[in-house]
């Protein structure tokens, strides 16, 4: 969970909404399997996250000046690129379900 999803969630919390919603660690239980790449000769890191399904979502990353390039950073920033892509499937998810309630 990142600095701004712990904001999110505190704020959520403190205004007592109790409706149904995605939450980060819903989000994390999804994810079963990350890899990362990085390209030869290149800064570009991709990370690739497999969720429970099978179905996978990519995140990259990549700096201008090779001397800049660290990859732990760069698997860092990544996977959080990544994880955002499981936000709106997670939503679309949720919403499909509420509409067959």
Known sequence: MT???????D?????GLTAKRITPEMLDAEI????????EG??????????QNG???????ACAMPENFDAE????IAKAKARENI???LGFRLRDALAAE
């Not at 290149?42 to 969720?51: A, E, N, P, Y």
């Open 11 to 15: 704020q959520i919390k403190e205004k």
């Open 73 to 76: 950073i760069g698997q860092k």
């Open 32 to 39: 079963v399997s990350e890899q990362f790449h990085v390209f």
């Open 55 to 61: 179905f996978t979502v990519t995140g990259e990353s």
């Open 3 to 9: 600095n701004d999803e712990q904001s999110v969630e």
């Open 42 to 51: 290149s800064c570009l890191t991709v990370c690739c996250l497999t969720l």
């Open 87 to 89: 936000w709106p499937l």
